[in-house]
């Protein structure tokens, strides 16, 4: 199975960190936030990989690609933190895409089409790191049981609704849902339920069709979540809620509350930032 992961957006909530590099490349703790994406998919087998890019982010090329300067300088090859990056490069092999405009992410991922071709396919996207399960080796286990498209849902307040695609669905088995309907970003009182689309996708290739009937709606973007509607139609869409912990990193206090959890569960950090939270007033 190949994956596609979205990374052409402006990153204008992360201004002015991202006016000359990408939000993708941001660092949590001591690696990138893309990285961490990649790292899961590998983990479920997935070495094939497209990464669609916009413009100002050639770094994410530059860091999935081999540093010959960097290799020499440290001379040393049994340095942790080369073996892990170049651990990395070795086991996926990574293509790239270009989406001229932020179109939205509909459009991101029809770029993917030739890529891809008549195959089902990952889709993940950077916003979203996974704790305690690899999420997308789950919905890949699904799909190759059940044969049709999965999302992962998690339950949200309703103070955070708004902010997510929400599907309406009926529990067929213990957290696997048929979607009958979705609401993308609904208020709290329209929404179908509190069961929120995170960021991890098991797409049939339908899906392309699909995303070349729909229209742009708000800001003249293409919304991924109106072409799984018309998917609905012709393939079950059914959900997985994850089980293990999701950190969202697609707002700065996301971004922070990530990089404080990550560096926690890191034996060499933990003693020191434990201290000096607990010594700030």
Not at 43 to 72: C, P, Q, V, W
Not at 210 to 232: H, S, V
Request: net charge negative; glycine share 6%; hydrophobic share 40%.
């Amino acid at each position: 199975m190949k994956a596609v992961i979205p990374a052409g957006g402006m990153g204008v909530r992360f201004l002015p960190a991202t006016k000359a590099q990408p939000k993708e490349m941001l660092p949590i703790v001591d690696k990138p936030s893309l990285h961490y994406v990649v790292e899961e998919a590998i983990k479920a087998d997935i070495r094939t990989i497209m990464i669609i890019t916009g413009r100002g982010k050639k770094s994410i090329e530059d860091y999935f690609d081999k540093n010959i300067e960097l290799e020499h300088y440290y001379k040393n090859p049994n340095n942790p933190d080369l073996k892990e990056i170049k651990s990395l490069l070795n086991s996926a092999s990574f293509y790239y895409a270009r989406q001229n405009e932020p179109l939205g992410l509909g459009h991101a991922i029809l770029c993917a089409k030739d890529f891809v071709g008549n195959e089902s396919f990952a889709v993940m996207l950077g916003d979203d790191i996974f704790l305690d399960e690899c999420c997308i080796q789950t919905l890949k286990g699904l799909h190759e049981e059940k044969s049709t498209t999965f999302v992962a849902v998690e339950e949200v307040t309703p103070d955070r609704i708004s902010q997510y695609g929400v599907i309406d669905a009926e529990e067929i088995d213990d957290g696997i849902y048929r979607v009958k309907d979705m609401v993308e970003k609904p208020t709290p009182e329209d929404a179908p339920s509190n069961l929120a689309m995170v960021g991890r996708y098991v797409f049939t290739p339908r899906i392309f069709s699909c995303l070349e009937r729909i229209n742009p709606g708000m800001n003249n973007e293409y919304q991924l979540t109106d072409a799984m509607k018309l998917l609905n139609d012709k393939e079950d869409v059914l959900a997985y809620k994850v089980k293990g912990r999701r950190l969202d990193i697609g707002s700065k206090i996301g971004w922070m509350k990530a990089t404080i959890e990550l560096a926690l569960r890191r034996e060499e950090f933990r003693d020191d930032l434990k201290e000096y939270l607990a010594s700030i007033r």
